[in-house]
C-alpha cells in the first residue's frame, strides 16, 4: 500500500468541514443519493462518478482522497462543489462500491495521472535569482519615501488630536493608504486601511492610539540598520517585501511533524480572498498556511480542520516564524484530536512570540479541557485551574450545546479584541466548526 492510499473511509463531519459554506454542505444532501449516480466507485486513492443533474445535464465528479483534491464539469464556481461533497458523503456511508485503479475512467484517470506527475516532481532546492539590483534598488526608494510619508502623518494626527478622528471621513486613510500602495508597501496600506474601522469601536481612543505607536515602531525599525537579521525580515514582511515560494522551500527552515489542521477561516479584501488554515504539530509547533484566489476561483481545500497529515513545512523567515508552505506530503489527512494547553501556557506561548514579533495581530490557540461560561455579559472559556479568556464575533448557542457543560478542546484565533473559536472537539463528537 503506497502512503497516498487512504485505508479509512472518512467520517461525515470530516467531510462536510471541506465544504466553502453552509449552502454548499446542505445542497450536497440533494445529491447524496445511489439513485443520482452512475458508475461512481472508489480505490484506496481516488473516487469518481457521474451525476445526474437537472436536465440532461451530466456531471462527471473525480475526488483525489489524498489531497483531497477535486474535479467537476458541473459549472458551479463553489470549490468543492456541491457535487463532489455529495460523492464524499456516499464514500464515507460506504455506498461507493470498492473497486481498481485499472477501473478509472479514462477521464478520471487523466486527472489524476496529471496530478500524480506534478506532486513527484523535485521539490526546488536551488536558490531563487536574485531581482535585478538596480530594480531592486528603486523600490526600496519608493518604500523609503513612502514611509516618509507614513511617519509625517501620524505625527500630524497626534499633534491634531484623536477627538477630530472619530467622525473622520474614510479618504482620511484611504488616502495615505493608496499613497503607500504607490510606493510599493502593500501590507502597510491595508494596515492602515484598517485603522477606519477603530474609532467605531467602544474604547476606540487607546485603541487607535496603540495602532499608531506600533505603525511609528515598524517605520523607525525599517530604517535601523543594526536589526538582527530574523528581526529585520519580519520588518521587511510587514512592510510589504514578500519572499518568493522557491526561495521558502529551498531556504527555509524545515519542520517534519504530524499537523493537526485545527481551524480555516476565509476572509475577502480588495477583490482577492485569503484562506487562513491554522496547524498545530504534536510536537507544540503552530504554523499558519495561507492560499489566495480571486473571485471566482477556488481555495486551496488540501487542509481540512478536524485532520491531521504527516507532512513537512517550510516556514517563511522571521523572529516568531509562522507562515509556513507545505513542502511534502507523507501520507493522507486522517480525522485527529489536537493536543491543546491550558489557557496560562497558551499566554505565555503568546507572550514569547508577541516579544518577537510586537506587530502579531492574530495568533493560534488550542486550548484543553475548557468549559464555557458567562463573563462580564458574554461568553468566555475557563479552565481547571480558573483562568479565563474572552470569546468573540461567536454565537454562544452553537457552543454551548456542543459542550453541554463539558470540557472541550477549542482552538481558536486569539488578538487584542478576544478569541475567535474555529473548532472544538468534545469527547463524544467529532470535530465541530
Known amino acids: 500500500m503506497s502512503d497516498r492510499t487512504v485505508s479509512d473511509r472518512w467520517e461525515r463531519g470530516h467531510v462536510l468541514a471541506l465544504a466553502p459554506d453552509a449552502a454548499a454542505a446542505k445542497a450536497a444532501a440533494t445529491v447524496a443519493r445511489p439513485a443520482a449516480w452512475t458508475g461512481a466507485a472508489c480505490d484506496g486513492e481516488a473516487a469518481w462518478g457521474e451525476c445526474r443533474g437537472s436536465g440532461k445535464s451530466v456531471y462527471r465528479v473525480s475526488v483525489d482522497l489524498t489531497g483531497p483534491a477535486f474535479r467537476c464539469s458541473c459549472p458551479s464556481r463553489k470549490f468543492p462543489c456541491k457535487h463532489a461533497l455529495g460523492l464524499l458523503l456516499l464514500w464515507s456511508d460506504g455506498a461507493v462500491p470498492g473497486g481498481r485503479a485499472a477501473d478509472r475512467p479514462p477521464w478520471a484517470a487523466e486527472w489524476l495521472?496529471?496530478?500524480?506527475?506534478?506532486?513527484?516532481?523535485?521539490?526546488v532546492r536551488a536558490t531563487a535569482r536574485a531581482a535585478d539590483p538596480a530594480t531592486a534598488e528603486r523600490r526600496a526608494a519608493r518604500v523609503d519615501a513612502g514611509l516618509d510619508d507614513l511617519d509625517r502623518w501620524l505625527r500630524d494626527q497626534v499633534e491634531q488630536g484623536l477627538a477630530r478622528t472619530e467622525n473622520a471621513p474614510y479618504a482620511l486613510f484611504d488616502d495615505l493608504a493608496r499613497r503607500l500602495v504607490d510606493a510599493q508597501a502593500g501590507a502597510l496600506a491595508g494596515q492602515v486601511r484598517a485603522l477606519a474601522a477603530v474609532p467605531r469601536r467602544p474604547g476606540w481612543p487607546g485603541a487607535l492610539l496603540a495602532e499608531y505607536a506600533?505603525?511609528?515602531?515598524?517605520?523607525?525599525?525599517?530604517?535601523?540598520?543594526?536589526?538582527?537579521?530574523?528581526?529585520?525580515?519580519?520588518?521587511?514582511?510587514?512592510?510589504?517585501?514578500?519572499?518568493?515560494?522557491?526561495?521558502?522551500?529551498?531556504?527555509?527552515?524545515?519542520?517534519?511533524?504530524?499537523?493537526?489542521?485545527?481551524?480555516?477561516?476565509?476572509?475577502?479584501?480588495?477583490?482577492?480572498?485569503?484562506?487562513?488554515?491554522?496547524?498545530?504539530?504534536?510536537?507544540?509547533?503552530?504554523a499558519l498556511v495561507l492560499s489566495f484566489a480571486p473571485p471566482g476561483r477556488p481555495l486551496d481545500a488540501s487542509l481540512a480542520a478536524g485532520t491531521e497529515v504527516d507532512a513537512e513545512l517550510a516556514f517563511f523567515p522571521g523572529a516568531a516564524p509562522l507562515r509556513a508552505l507545505v513542502?511534502?506530503?507523507?501520507?493522507?489527512?486522517?480525522?485527529?484530536?489536537?493536543?491543546?494547553?491550558?489557557?496560562?501556557?497558551f499566554l505565555a506561548?503568546?507572550?514569547?512570540?508577541?516579544?518577537?514579533?510586537?506587530?502579531?495581530?492574530?495568533?493560534?490557540?488550542?486550548?484543553?479541557?475548557?468549559?464555557?461560561a458567562r463573563r462580564d455579559g458574554g461568553l468566555a472559556v475557563v479552565d481547571a485551574a480558573g483562568d479565563v479568556l474572552p470569546l468573540r464575533d461567536t454565537e454562544p448557542w452553537r457552543l454551548l450545546a456542543v459542550s453541554g457543560g463539558a470540557p472541550v478542546t477549542l482552538a481558536g484565533e486569539w488578538t487584542p479584541r478576544g478569541l475567535r473559536p474555529l473548532a472544538a472537539w468534545h469527547d463524544d463528537e467529532a470535530v465541530v466548526l
Do not use: K, M
Open 349 to 372: 506561548e503568546h507572550a514569547a512570540a508577541l516579544a518577537a514579533d510586537p506587530w502579531l495581530d492574530r495568533w493560534p490557540a488550542v486550548l484543553s479541557g475548557v468549559r464555557f
Open 214 to 286: 506600533l505603525l511609528r515602531l515598524l517605520v523607525h525599525a525599517h530604517r535601523r540598520p543594526d536589526l538582527p537579521a530574523p528581526l529585520r525580515d519580519t520588518v521587511r514582511a510587514r512592510i510589504g517585501f514578500t519572499v518568493p515560494r522557491e526561495e521558502v522551500l529551498a531556504a527555509g527552515e524545515r519542520v517534519r511533524d504530524r499537523w493537526c489542521v485545527v481551524g480555516v477561516r476565509d476572509t475577502a479584501q480588495d477583490r482577492l480572498a485569503t484562506r487562513r488554515a491554522w496547524l498545530r504539530g504534536r510536537g507544540g509547533r503552530s
Open 113 to 123: 495521472a496529471g496530478r500524480r506527475a506534478r506532486a513527484e516532481d523535485p521539490p
Open 327 to 345: 513542502a511534502e506530503r507523507h501520507g493522507a489527512a486522517a480525522p485527529a484530536v489536537p493536543d491543546g494547553v491550558p489557557i496560562g501556557a
